[in-house]
C-alpha cells in the first residue's frame, strides 16, 4: 500500500480582494506530523482549509495555485470534490460529531460509501474506535447519542469518524484548543499514534503542542511561510528573525 | 409636568394598554366560546346543514376543512422543502437571487382574495378543475408556500455550519447532506412552523370563495370510492369549509338557528386553531428539550 | 481503500446531487412561475374592462357612481378606494399606539411577564381566523355602535375597529423586535444622565426605532388593505362614499367578494370587478415597494 503525502505549489487564497493566503508552497510527507503554527490571522487555518477544498463553501473566496496529491492537482475545476474529501479527513477546533448515536457517528461516512454490511461495518465501528482510544469508553454504550459524551470523549469520537473512511491526510484545525489539558494530552498521544498510518496536518496557536507532537513544522505570518523545516530546528535554531521573535513570545 | 409625574402617567398607560389587549382577547375567546359552546353536540359535528329549517349541523364542512387541509399539507411540504433548501443552499448570492427573495415577499403580501380569484380564473375555469377541493388545495398550496419557504430557510439557518462541514469532509454530498444531517436539526424549527402554518390554513375562507366553492354536495360517508361523486374522498367535488360556511350563514343564513350555527361553527374553528397553537408550541418546547438535554 | 480521484465510483453521489439541485430548482420555479401568472392573469382580466369594453380608466379611479346594472352601466370605484384606505389608515391608526404600547411592555417595563403572558396572547390573536373576527364583529362592534352613535352600526368606524386588531399583532411583533434589537448602552447613556424612563422611550428609543416601527405599520396597513371576508361583513356594502364613519361603506375586496359569485365571467361588470382586484394588486406592490426602502433607509 503507497503511502501518499501532498504537496503545495505557489497556492494563494483571496477573500473578495483580501489576499489571506500568498503564495504558499508546501510538502507533507506521510507518516509525518507537520505542524502549522504562527499568530492569529496569519493564514494558518485558511490554508488548511483549501487542502480539502473546504473553502469552496465560502462565496467570494479564490483560491489560486497547485494542491498535489499523487500527481494529480486537485485545485482544479475537473477534480471530484466529494471522492476527494474522502482521502482527506478534517478534525475542528470543537468537537462536532453529528446529533446521532455515537455507532452512527462513525459508520455514517462507510455506509455512504458502499459498505453495507452490517458485521463490515460493526468491525469498522470497532476499529476506528480502537484507533482513537474510545473503544473502551464506549464499547457498552455504542447506541446512545454521541452528544452525551464529554468534549475530549467526542473530539476523540471525530477523530474515529474521520478515519473510518481510510484517509490518507488528516487535517486537523487547532483540535486541542477547546479541551481540558487531561484531554489535550490524550489527543496527543493520538496523533503520535496515528502518525503510523496517515499523513497529518496540524494547525495550533500552541508552540509547546507543536514542539511536542510534529515532525517537521512551518510558521506562518501574515498569510506567507516564513520557515519551514523539522521542529527540532525550528524551535532550537530558528532561521529567520521573525520565527525566532515569534517562539520566544516577543510577539504573537 | 415633571418628568416624573410623565413617566407614572405614560407607564400606567402602557400596562393599561397591555391589559385591555388581554382582556380584548379574553373577551373575543370568551365571546365565541360562550354563545358557541353550547350548541356544539355530536349531531352538530356530523349532520349535514339545513338551508331554511333549524337544526342544521356542519359536518361536511368539517370533514372539508380536514381533508383540504391534508391535501394542501401534501402538496405544500414538499414544495415549500424544496424551494426553502434552494434559497438556503443553492441559490447563490447575486441579483438573481435578490429577485426571487422579492418574489417570495411579494407573494406572501398578495392578498388572499386575489389568489382565491387567480384559482377561480386558471384553476376553476382555465384548467377545467371546477369548483373542486383540488382547486382549493391548490389555491391554498400558493397562498401557503411563502410561509412554509421562510420556516424551512429559518429552520435550516439554525444548523451549525460545522455540522455542515463535517458532513461534507467525510466525502458526502451536498445532498446527501442536507437531507441526513441539516434536515434533521432543522426539523423541531419546521415542524413547529409548519403546524402554525397549518392552522392559518384551517381558518382561510377568501382564497377558497371561488375555489373550493360555496356548497357541498350531500356525502355520502358510507362511500369511500374517491372516484364517486357522492364520496368525501373525491377530490373533485365542490367542498365549502368550516370557515366558508361561517361567513356564508352571516351574509345568507336564512335558518332561524343562523346565529346559534354561526356561533358553534366559530366555537369550532377556534377551538381547532387553539390546538394548533398550542400543540405546535409544546411540540417546539418538548422536541427542544430532548435535543439540549442529551448536552 | 479510498477511491482514486476521478474514476466513476463518483457516479452515485453525482446522480444524488443531480437530483438534489433539480428538485429543489423545480420547487423554487413553480413559485416564480405562480406570481408570474397571477399578476398576468389579473393584470389580461382588469385591462380587459379597457380595452375590450372600453371603460374610461380615469372614470373608473375617479367615478363616484358603481352601477354596472344601470342604462347605462357606470363603473366608478373611487368610493371602493375610499372605502380601502380610510378603513386600512383608520386601523393602522388605533393599532399603532396600541402596538407600540404592547412592545414596550414586553421590552422594557416587565420583560418576563410580558414574554410569558402578553407575547401568547399577541400570538393568539394573529391565529383567529378572519371570518371569527367578522362574525364577531358583527354580532358585537355593529350592535354596539349602532346603540351608541347614530347610523346602522355598519360602516368605515366598524371596518377599522376589527380590522385594527387583526392588524395589532403585525405591528406589535415588528416593534418588539425592533426595540430588543436596540443596543443597550443607548438606553443605559441616557438612564445615567438622569432621565426617566418615559423621557428615554420617546427621545430616543422612538426616533431610533422609528424606520422599523414605520415598516410595521406599513406592513399592517397592507394585511388590512387586502383583508376581505372580515371587512366585507361589518362594512355595510353600499357602493357609495359614506357621509360618515357609521354610514353603510364599501371597500375594493368587499365589492369583489360581494359580486363576483353574481356577475357573468367575460360580461363588462365582471371585468370591471377584476379592475378592481387589479388596483389591489398593484397597491400590494406599493406597499412591499415602501416596506423595502424603509428597510433600506433603517440600515444606514
Redesign the interface.
Known sequence: MEAIGMSTNDLSVYYAEKQAVKRVSLDFRAKQVTALIGPSGCGKSTFLRSLNRMNDLIPDCRITGEIWIRDRNINDKTTDVVSLRQRIGMVWQRPNPFHKSIYENIAFGPRYHGTKNKKKLDEIVEQSLRKAALWEETKDRLHNSALALSGGQQQRLCIARSIAVKPDIILMDEPASALDPVSTSKIEELIAELKQEFCIVIVTHNMHQAARVSDKTAFFLNGEVVEHDVTTNIFTNPQKQETSDYISGRFG | MSAKTANKIATGVIVSVAGLIVLVLAGLLGFILVRGLGHISFDFLTSAPETIRRGGGIGPQLFNSVFLLVLTMIITIPLGLGAGIYMSEYAPANKVTNSIRLVVEVLSSVPSIIVGLFGLLVLVNLFGFGFSLFAGALALTVFNLPLMVRITEQGLRGVPREQKEASLALGLSKWKTITSVMLPIAMPVILTGTILAAGRVFGEAAALLFTAGMSSPRLDFTDWNPFSPFSPLNPFRPAETLAVHIWKINSEGLAPDAKEIAAGASAVLVIAVLLFNFGARWLGRYLHRKFTAIK | ??????KQ??K???A??W???I??????A???L??V??VY??AS?GLSTFFVNHVNVIDLLTGLKWAPDGEPAVFGALPFIFGSFSTSLLAAAIAA??GF??S???VE??PGF?RK??Q??????A??????Y???G???VVPFFRDVFPGQGVGIAAGAVVLS?MI?PTITTIATDALAALPKGLKEGSFALG?????T?YRIVLPTTLPALMTGIVLGI?RA?????AV??VIGNAPHIPRSLFESASTL?SA??LS??NTA?GSVANNAL?SL?LI??MM??V??FIV?WLERRSKL
Open positions: 481503500m479510498a477511491q482514486p480521484l476521478e465510483q463518483a452515485p453521489h453525482l444524488e446531487e437530483v438534489g439541485r428538485y429543489t430548482l423545480l420547487c423554487i413553480f413559485l416564480i405562480t406570481i401568472s397571477i392573469f389579473v382580466k399606539p396600541l404600547c404592547a414596550v411592555f414586553m417595563i416587565a410580558g403572558y402578553l401568547p396572547v399577541i400570538e393568539l390573536l391565529g383567529i381566523p378572519s371570518v371569527v367578522g362574525f364577531v358583527l354580532s358585537v386588531i395589532l432621565a426617566t424612563r418615559w423621557q422611550i397592507a388593505f387586502g383583508e376581505a371576508l366585507q361583513m375586496t369583489i367578494t363576483m359569485g365571467m377584476w382586484a389591489l394588486m400590494t406592490f406597499f412591499v423595502r
